[in-house]
């Protein structure tokens, strides 16, 4: 079974940087779309991206379009969410998780084997 690690979350200020990894082990990890969600407080969980087994094709929120970037290294079972101009807006909890339905879609429904999630706050 497929198992995801989230780390770099932190502190930042807005207009800040982040670079997000999603680190998986387990069953092949090129097989599958992985997902880039958040939290916030008090808010339901929502889509931030997702990319294609190969890469090559990536889905963003409106909310995040033009500020983050998502990549993966299959050779390192590894996917990034690259944050730039930071709001406070965008102060969550970041969680990573495996697409087994649908295509790149944001839908929770559709994805699986959830990390534990990485902290990221926005603040001055």
């Known amino acids: 079974q497929l198992q995801l690690v989230e780390s770099g979350g932190g502190l930042v200020q807005p207009g800040g940087s982040l670079t997000l990894s999603c680190a998986a082990s387990g069953v092949t990890f090129d097989g599958y779309p992985i997902g880039w969600f958040r939290q916030a407080p008090g808010k339901e969980r929502e889509g931030v991206s997702c990319?294609?087994?190969?890469?090559?094709?990536?889905k963003y929120a409106d909310s995040v379009e033009g500020r983050f970037t998502i990549s993966r290294d299959n050779a390192k079972n590894t996917v990034y969410l690259r944050m730039n101009s930071l709001k406070p807006e965008d102060t969550a909890i970041y969680y990573c998780?495996?697409?087994?339905?649908?295509?790149?879609?944001?839908?929770?429904?559709?994805?699986?084997?959830w990390g534990q999630g990485t902290q990221v706050t926005v603040a001055s």
């Open positions: 990319i294609s087994k190969g890469g090559l094709s990536t």
């Open positions: 998780a495996v697409q087994v339905r649908g295509w790149l879609t944001l839908s929770l429904a559709d994805f699986e084997s």
